[in-house]
């Protein structure tokens, strides 16, 4: 059963996967997670803020709380990927290319992980850039057919996708996220990133 089916209340019937470990006998093994539980675990873990949405309307919502929650209104947006601004059009994003004058990026993901509770992104979302050239804050929208066990597959599923197309480069995860106000001197030269995750539920 879906983590989401537990948190927003829907019902299923009693199968296996809910059934705890010491009910299930002393040689069966353990029971692995569903992938979607086992992400949302592992990416809270690291640090990251989660933002689960069932439909459109509170993707915006949500994207709009998190405008508010940092004072981003006004500021401006280093954007990529352009179906983001058709997205959130009624924001009248203020978007640039250059990094200096952004205050979060905002983009798309390939694939999110499970077993690390990492995003898998490729220059489709960052072109070239070194994930320490974007900015502090990022805001990533994606959906849960998104989800997949291993980096591997995911690396996977981007060549299956693109076999008759040309592959995308500068293929990377991001993995460890810090708050907004993380900023000691041990941070220094991190990649580490103020990370919200809108997910959108599609399957």
């Given amino acids: 059963m879906s983590i989401f089916s ?7 019937e ?7 470990n010491h009910e299930r006998g002393k040689y069966m093994p353990e029971m692995k997670l569903p992938v979607d539980e086992r992400f949302t675990i592992n990416f809270k873990a690291n640090g990251g803020k989660f933002l689960y949405c069932e439909n459109i309307e509170e993707v915006q919502q949500s994207f709009n709380a998190i405008l508010d929650e940092n004072n981003w209104h006004d500021d401006k947006v280093f954007l990529i990927d352009e179906r983001l601004s058709e997205l959130f059009k009624d924001f009248n994003l203020n978007s640039t290319k250059k990094l200096s004058e952004s205050a979060y990026f905002l983009s798309t993901c390939e694939y999110l992980i499970s077993d690390d509770g990492s995003l898998l992104i490729s220059s489709n979302q960052i072109a070239e850039k070194k994930l320490i050239e974007l ?3 990022f805001i990533i929208y994606a959906t ?10 995911g690396l996977n599923g981007i060549i299956k996708a693109k076999s008759k197309q040309k592959i995308p480069t500068n293929i990377t995860t991001i993995k460890h996220f ?3 106000d993380d900023k000691d001197f041990l941070s220094y030269g991190s990649s580490s990133k103020n990370l919200y995750l809108l997910l959108l539920e599609d399957l």
């Fill in 144 to 153: 849960t057919s998104q989800f997949v066990e291993t980096i591997g597959e």
């Fill in 6 to 12: 537990k948190f927003f209340g829907r019902k299923s």
């Fill in 178 to 180: 810090k708050t907004a």
């Fill in 135 to 137: 900015p502090d804050n």
């Fill in 14 to 20: 009693k199968t296996e996967e809910n059934i705890p």
